[in-house]
């Protein structure tokens, strides 16, 4: 009968979705639009799926599911466009910069 067993639950992330077609045209979109893109693969956590995190020559940035760090060297490949391992790399200072100015521009304090 099988009362007793448990079952095998299927946990994707708090609230997490995989990738999908939007997320890919949205990632296609920044790079045709930006100069000096660079892609830096981030890997799954307890929360989120694998994510690239696009970041242009200015320090621009968006991030996006992609299926796996393979989906998104496969994607930066395609888009010819330099992929690294955020790990092993860490993010460029120009991505800091960038996020600095839009705070000051803001008046944020986080």
């Keep these: 009968m099988g009362w007793f067993r448990r079952r095998k639950k299927t946990v994707v992330g708090a609230g997490d979705r995989p990738a999908n077609r939007a997320d ?3 990632l296609e979109e ?3 639009s930006k100069r000096g893109v660079e892609a830096f693969i981030e890997p799954r956590t307890t929360v989120t799926e694998t994510t690239v995190m696009l970041i242009a020559h200015d320090g621009e940035w968006t991030r ?3 299926e796996g760090p393979e989906g998104a060297r496969r994607f930066a490949h395609r888009m010819a466009i330099p992929v690294y391992d955020v790990r092993l790399v860490g993010y460029p200072q120009r991505m800091r910069d960038y996020n600095e100015r839009r705070k000051r521009m803001t008046g944020r304090t986080d």
Excluded: C, G, P
């Design 64 to 66: 996006r599911r992609v």
């Design 24 to 26: 890919l045209d949205h």
């Design 30 to 32: 920044f790079v045709r």
